[in-house]
C-alpha cells in the first residue's frame, strides 16, 4: 500500500480487541463524535460485519446505502455509500444488512476498501474492526496509522488480546514479504528455537541477528514499526489504572518494540443509558466519567499523530 | 566477551548502557512485579515454564550486572582462532544436577561455539575444558573446579553459575584440596 497515498489521505483508527464486548464499538463510535465535536471531518466505518453496531449507536435506523452495497457492486466507491449521522461532522460507512455471505469479505475485496478508505475525502476514519483474529480483521488492523485494542480488566479480554497481537505480529511479518535468504535464516533459527532458549518474537529477532545483520535488521524495523495502542477500558479499581502500563511493558519485552499506553476509560453506568437511547454518549453526558476520557483520548491522539507527522 | 554479556544483560532488563546500578534495579523489581504468577496483566502471555525461565533470566541478569568491580577489558594478543561452527546438540538439555558436565556442553553446542574459542576466551586449556564436559575431572581440586564452572556457565549465558558449580562439585565429588572456599 503506497505511503504516498496516505499522507494526502485521513488519518486512519482502528479500534479493536481480540475479544467481544468489551466496548470497541462504543468506544469507537464515541471517539469519531468527539474529532467531530472538535471541528474535524470524520468517517466511521463499520467493519465489523457480522456484528455490525455503529448505526444503531448513533441513532440511525439503517442508513439506505452502507458497506454491503460496496461489496455487492451496486455502488462503485465507498464515497457513494457514506451517510450523514445526527452528529454534524460525522458520517458513517455502515455494515449494516450486510448479507450472511458478505461477512467474511474476499481477499482482493478487503484489499480494495483499504485502497478506497485512504482516498476517502476527510480528515479522520475511524474503524470498527469487530472481534478475532481473522485475516481480513488483522488487515484492517494492521492498515490503520493507530490500532487501538480495547481491553477490560478481566483474564480473558487479557488473553484475547494477547493472542491478537501476537497474530497481528506474525501477519505483519509475513506480509512485508521477506526476500528468500531472509526466510532461510530466521527458517533455520526457528528450527533451533528450542535449543536457542527462544521464547519471544523479541527472542527470534535477537537469535536473527546475532546470525545474519540483513535478516535481523528487517525483522527489527518490522518490529520497530508495529506499534498498536492499548485501552483500558470499564476502569473501576485504582490496579487496573496501572494495567495498561504494565501490558506495555510486557510487549515491549515480547515484541521488542513500543506499544503505546493510550489511557484509561471508566467504567461508567451511563454507557449503558446511553445506549438504549440510541444516541452518541457523547452527546447525552458530555461530561460524564465516560464522556471525559473519551475526549482525553481523542486529544492525546490528536497530539500524538502530530508528533508523529513531524518525524 | 564480558561487556556482550553485560550489554545483553541490560537490554534483557530494558535498559542501554549508560544504566547505573539504580537503574538495574528498578528495571528488575518491575519486571519481578510484572511476571508475578497472579498478575492479570500478563494473563496467559507465557507458558509457566516460560514465565519462570524469563524471572530466572532477570534474576541471572541482576546477579552479573551488580556484582563488584567489572575487570577492566584486557585486550587479547593475537586474533581469536577461526574454527568451524561444531553441530547443534540434538535432543532435549541434559538433567542440570545429574549430568552438569553434559548440561555445559549441550548448551555450548546449542550456542555453536568450539572448545578452541572456549579456550582462547576463558585461557582455560582445552584438554582441561574436554575433560570438564566429560566429567573426567575428579583430580581437579574442588575450588578450582567451581570457578572453571561458574566461568563457563557466565560465558554462555546460564541462570545460577553458582548452583550450578555446586552440583557439578558435588556430582564429580571434586574433594576441596585447601578447603577455605568451602
Known sequence: MSESIRRT???????????GGVGKSVIAANLGVALAQSGQDVVLFDADLGGANLHTL?????????????????????????APSPVVGLSLISGARALHDMANPKYSQKEKILRQIARLDADHVVLDIGAGSAFNTLDFFLFADRGILVVVPDPTSIENAYHFLKAAFYRRLNRAKPGEEIREVVGRVMSEMKARGIRSPRDLIDNVADEDTVAGEFLAHQARTFRPGILVNRVSMPDHRRLGEQIGLA??????????FLGCVDDDILVNRSILQRKAHLELYPTSPFGRSIDTLAVGLLERSEVSDGE | MANDQRLRDLRLLGLDAEAD??????AYNRRRALYDAENLAIYNLHSEESRQQLLADFEAALNRLTE?????????????????????????????????GAFLRYHRLARGISLTEVAFETKIGEARL???????????PAVYARGFV??????????????????????????????QQG
Do not use: H
Not at chain 1, 489521505?9 to 480487541?17: D, F, L, T, Y
Not at chain 2, 577489558?73 to 541434559?94: C, D, F, I, N, Q
Not at chain 2, 555446586?166 to 574433594?175: D, K, L, P, S
Open chain 1, 9 to 19: 489521505g485521513p488519518r486512519v483508527w482502528a479500534v479493536g480487541g481480540g475479544k
Open chain 2, 21 to 26: 546500578d539504580a537503574d538495574v534495579l528498578e
Open chain 2, 68 to 100: 563488584t568491580p567489572r575487570r577492566p577489558k584486557v585486550m587479547p594478543k593475537s586474533p581469536p582462532p577461526a574454527t568451524l561452527r561444531p553441530e547443534p546438540p540434538g535432543g532435549p538439555a541434559p538433567d542440570r544436577d545429574s549430568s552438569p
Open chain 1, 251 to 260: 510487549c515491549r519485552d515480547y515484541f521488542g518494540t513500543e506499544i503505546d
Open chain 2, 150 to 179: 561458574v566461568t563457563l556457565a557466565n560465558l554462555l549465558g546460564l541462570p545460577d553459575p553458582a548452583g550450578l558449580a555446586r552440583a557439578y562439585v558435588e556430582r564429580i565429588g571434586n574433594t576441596s584440596g585447601e578447603g
Open chain 2, 130 to 140: 574436554e575433560a570438564i564436559e566429560s566429567e573426567d575431572s575428579a583430580d581437579l
Open chain 1, 58 to 82: 448513533l441513532g440511525m435506523s439503517g442508513p439506505r446505502l452502507g458497506l454491503a452495497d460496496f461489496l455487492s457492486k451496486r455502488v462503485a466507491s465507498l464515497q457513494e455509500v457514506r
